[in-house]
């Protein structure tokens, strides 16, 4: 069981990029999938998650608006289309598995890391 997330970069502020979530051994939509960031110094936040069982997404405040979560189950990939990036969301992300977007993310990939600097 793994997952891979990949498509972090360096952009401009304003700038967008999208990561993607893969995974090896396990099918993707099968679960919940959440997209975490951690900045140096700062805490792990979960920024998006899009439900096993209904496909509804969720979004932290800061990001709400500006990031997207979808999935592509024919590819047994998810995304997270960021726009309008800020130095703010300069951080490693990660994508993670759970069975619910509430309950606890047992499988994790390594991270990508995404800088926006001017």
């Known amino acids: 069981v793994q997952l891979q997330a990949s498509g972090g970069g360096s952009v401009l502020p304003g700038g967008s990029l999208r990561l993607s979530c893969v995974a090896s051994g396990f099918t993707l939509k099968d679960y919940a999938i959440g997209w975490f960031r951690r900045a140096p110094g700062k805490e792990r936040e979960r920024v998006a998650c899009v439900s096993r069982s209904d496909g509804r997404t969720s979004y932290a405040d800061s990001v709400k608006g500006r990031f997207t979560i979808s999935r592509d189950n024919a590819r047994n990939t998810v995304s997270l289309e960021m726009n309008s990036l800020e130095p703010d969301d300069t951080a490693t992300y990660y994508c993670?598995?759970?069975?619910?977007?509430?309950?606890?993310?047992?499988?994790w990939g390594q991270g990508t890391l995404v800088t926006v600097s001017s």
């Open positions: 993670a598995a759970a069975p619910e977007c509430h309950l606890s993310h047992k499988y």
